[in-house]
């Protein structure tokens, strides 16, 4: 089972951290990405580290005019079993819920579709 937390009004310009907490297994034995989807649009890919610590951004591999690229970094907590996301000079356009998952395989895939279990969510909303 995965929980965000972290969510809630930023301004912009401001930074968030949030956190994805695994519950019943290890985040370090599997892949875990982060996500994030507005109303009416498609969910979107952001980070994805595998257990062996490799990142992924996946605005690498997926054209998106909303890019966080170079603002949003995903680390690994396993003291405290999370994975967490962190962004900085956050815009409005970052207004999103933001999600967690896995694919329960080792390495990150590049497909949204491909993971298979999500945390319910938290809202980030970014004030102009």
């Known amino acids: 089972q995965l929980e965000e937390s972290g969510g809630g009004l930023v301004q912009a310009g401001g930074s968030l951290r949030l956190s994805c907490t695994a519950t019943?297994?290890?985040?370090?034995?599997?892949?875990i990405g982060w996500f994030r989807q507005v109303p009416g649009k498609e969910r979107q890919g952001i980070l994805c580290i595998s257990s062996s610590g490799g990142i992924t951004d996946f605005s690498d591999y997926w054209y998106s005019p909303d890019s966080v690229k170079g603002r949003f970094t995903i680390a690994r907590d396993n003291t405290r079993n999370t994975v967490d996301l962190q962004g900085s000079g956050l815009k409005p356009e970052d207004t999103a819920v933001y999600s967690c998952?896995?694919?329960?395989?080792?390495?990150?895939?590049?497909?949204?579709?491909?993971?298979?279990?999500w945390g319910q969510g938290t809202q980030v909303t970014v004030s102009s």
């Open positions: 019943g297994f290890a985040v370090g034995d599997y892949a």
């Open positions: 998952a896995t694919d329960w395989t080792r390495e990150c895939r590049l497909g949204v579709y491909e993971y298979s279990d």
